[in-house]
């Protein structure tokens, strides 16, 4: 399958770049720009049932939820638990092409069937994941994987300069 059909409204993966750019360097508070990036990829990315942040506590054994698009999530996710606390803990993007395989897979939504997600770094640390859930199996491949991990790049890139103000 082609990568734009998998992505809306007829948009590319450098349109959706540009976005989350402006997204990022239109506004300094951290909340504000995860809040309206979510929003973004949840628009352009098709056949999706959830896409959101889950931040590291610094000096916590937990992941806590963060600005997100779908249902109601949990809120707290242990490092080295589920897809999202496996790819925090092995500091590496998980792509799992049916989450029901999954050993200890996190049911948030039980329509998701595939899931990706990607570390978000900065200064060498894991400080947040990005997590997006699809409820057909077999969601994510490379393209997927390229515009997830280039907005998780953007973000570790830029992470210390957005604030909570
Ligand atoms: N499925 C994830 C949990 C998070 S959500 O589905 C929003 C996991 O296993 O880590």
Same mark, same amino acid.
């Given at each position: 399958?082609?990568?734009?059909?998998?992505? /809306?409204?007829?948009?590319?993966?450098?349109?959706?770049?540009? !976005?989350?750019?402006?997204?990022?360097?239109?506004?300094?508070?951290?909340?504000?720009?995860? /809040?309206?990036?979510?929003?973004?990829?949840?628009?352009?990315?098709?056949?999706?049932?959830?896409?959101?942040?889950?931040?590291?506590?610094?000096?916590? =054994?937990?992941?806590?939820?963060?600005?997100?698009?779908?249902?109601?999530?949990?809120?707290?996710?242990?490092?080295?638990?589920?897809?999202?606390?496996? /790819?925090?803990?092995? /500091?590496?993007?998980?792509?799992?092409?049916?989450?029901?395989? !999954?050993?200890?897979?996190?049911?948030?939504?039980?329509?998701?069937?595939?899931?990706?997600?990607?570390?978000?770094?900065?200064?060498?640390?894991?400080?947040?994941?990005?997590?997006? =859930?699809?409820?057909?199996?077999?969601?994510?491949?490379?393209?997927?994987?390229?515009?997830?991990?280039?907005?998780?790049?953007?973000?570790?890139?830029?992470?210390?300069?957005?604030?909570?103000?």
């Amino acid at each position: 399958m082609e990568f734009e059909e998998s992505l /809306a409204e007829g948009a590319t993966l450098d349109d959706v770049e540009v !976005f989350i750019r402006a997204a990022i360097e239109g506004e300094r508070n951290r909340v504000a720009t995860l /809040a309206n990036i979510s929003a973004i990829l949840n628009q352009y990315l098709s056949r999706i049932n959830w896409v959101g942040f889950y931040l590291v506590l610094p000096g916590r =054994d937990h992941l806590v939820l963060g600005p997100f698009q779908g249902l109601v999530a949990c809120t707290r996710i242990p490092i080295g638990q589920g897809v999202v606390g496996k /790819a925090v803990e092995q /500091a590496k993007t998980l792509v799992v092409a049916n989450v029901l395989e !999954f050993p200890g897979h996190i049911a948030c939504d039980s329509r998701s069937r595939s899931e990706i997600v990607v570390p978000i770094r900065s200064g060498g640390a894991v400080v947040a994941a990005l997590d997006v =859930d699809a409820p057909e199996r077999d969601r994510f491949h490379t393209p997927e994987t390229v515009l997830v991990e280039r907005v998780a790049g953007l973000l570790g890139q830029n992470w210390n300069l957005m604030t909570d103000s």
